[in-house]
Structure formats: structure tokens, C-alpha cells
């Protein structure tokens, strides 16, 4: 059986979309189940003093998150990684900045209804959001932010590469962070980020 991983993303994230992209890279040399699920940079910032600036973006993110999870309401989990993958190609690597044109997009890539793009808008889908992200997020703790990865029991912040590395050695990657991060009484290993994210 596929060993299943479940990664925790919101598509206004760069390293996300990064760590997203190693993931399914991994899979094509690892026997891997990913899975897509949806957290909230905004849900994750409720509460702290921010720039202005930040709490605008933040504001705007909530868009996207409410349209995968009205996405998945309706079609299921599977469809939350083609549509990801869409938003995150036209806001990565495109370079497209206004989400209501991206999730518009999106959802014509993915080949999904337009009428999900209402999501954005309306609270309707918050409960749902706000379950889903504390899901992902609860078990790590509160001083991280996405990605977030499980693998069974093991639940991780990470990792933050750039670029996304590619074939064998996304696969010797992923031995290394299970490794690691299943070692009992194993916590942190970081060091200060010396460029920013890489989307090709």
C-alpha cells in the first residue's frame, strides 16, 4: 500500500506551493499517497499585531481557501489538488496577484464550475475551513505556519526548500525529513533563508 501523506496548503503561500511540488515529485519515486488539504493563513494570523499591509493580503486570502473547500464539499478531496495546483500555477509561477482572476482560471483548468467562485465571498464554507486547518495545524502546535505534512502520526512544519528538487532527489528528501521528524524528542532544524522561493 502507498504510504499516505496528507500536506496542508493555502495557495497565497509560496513556500507551500514549493513544498507541494516536492511532494508530488517524491511520489513519482516513492510509493506515496499524497493528499491535499486546506489550511488558512488567515486563520493562522487571527489575533496578532500585523503590518497593514499583511492584514490586506491576509484578507484577500480568504478567497481561495473558501473556494477549495466548496470544491470539496461538492466533489470531494481528490479535486482539491488539481485545483491547488491551478490557483498555485497562475499566482506562483504566472504571477497572477488578484485571486478573484485566479480562481477564475483555476476552476476553468481544473474543469469545475464556475459558480464555485461564490465561495469567496460568503462565510458559508468558514466552519469547515476553520475544521480542516486545525486538523492539519493543532498537532504540529502554534509556532509554525504551512506547509504542514502527517505521515500517520508523525505532523511536521515543512519542510521550506527552494527550488523544489526533483526525481531521486526528492525521494532521498522525503526519506530524510521522515527520518528526522520520526525520531522521538526530535523538534526543530532550521537555518536563516538566504534566497527567496524558486517556482521553476
Known sequence: MPQQVDLWVD???????????WLLE???????????????????NEGR?????????????????RVLIAAEQRHGNRVIEPLYSAMGRRHHV???????????????????????ALAARVTDFDDALRA???QGMDPVGLEVGTPVIHVGDIAIFGPVVTPAPRGEQAGR??????AVAGTPGFYE???TRTEGPIFT
Open 132 to 134: 480542516s486547518h486545525h
Open 94 to 116: 504566472e504571477g497572477e496577484e488578484d485571486f478573484d482572476i485566479v480562481t477564475a482560471g483555476a476552476l476553468a483548468d481544473a474543469g469545475l464550475e464556475s459558480d464555485l
Open 189 to 191: 532544524l532550521k537555518r
Open 26 to 44: 517524491a511520489a513519482q519515486v516513492r510509493d506515496l499517497d499524497v493528499r491535499f488539504r486546506v489550511m488558512s493563513l488567515a486563520v493562522l
Open 11 to 21: 495557495p497565497a503561500c509560496p513556500w507551500a506551493w514549493i513544498t507541494s511540488r
Open 49 to 65: 499585531d500585523l503590518p497593514e499591509h499583511y492584514v490586506d493580503f491576509l484578507e484577500k486570502s480568504w478567497g481561495p481557501v
Open 173 to 178: 528528501l522525503y526519506d530524510g525529513v521522515l
